[in-house]
Structure formats: C-alpha cells, structure tokens
C-alpha cells in the first residue's frame, strides 16, 4: 500500500463497516469465554482458547487501525 493510499479517509460506509466488525468480534470472544467452563474435552477447550486468543488479537488489530487514522 502507498503512502497516499494510506491516508485517505474511511467512507462513512466504511466507518459503519469497521464498527460493526469490531462488534462482532468482541460478541464472538465473549460467547466462546463464556462457553469454556463447560467444555470437558481438552482438546475442544483448547481449539476455544485459541479462538479467544485469535478473536482478541483481531479486535486489537481493528481498535489499533482506528487510533492510526484518528477514528474512536
């Protein structure tokens, strides 16, 4: 991406888009969270935490894209 490219301000559509995948996300984190305790497979608990973990890291990514371009 260029430097131009990325300095264009989001569309109000985009904006709508962001806070609605930065929404999502943080639903999806909370609903698996809540489901672990009761999850007796191992390995099932463990595939769920790292959900969480990825989950966590994508609304970081999303949150962080929006400070970088001056958005709350």
Do not use: W, Y
Not at 39 to 50: C, F, H, K, S
């Amino acid at each position: 991406m260029s430097a131009v490219a990325s300095q264009q301000q989001l569309s109000a559509h985009e904006m709508l888009q962001l806070n609605e995948l930065i929404r999502m996300e943080s639903m999806d984190v909370q609903k698996v969270q809540a489901m672990l305790p009761m999850i007796a497979d191992p390995e099932l608990r463990q595939q769920l935490n790292t959900c969480v973990q990825t989950g966590r890291a994508h609304v970081k990514a999303l949150v962080d894209f929006c400070h970088a371009h001056g958005l709350r």
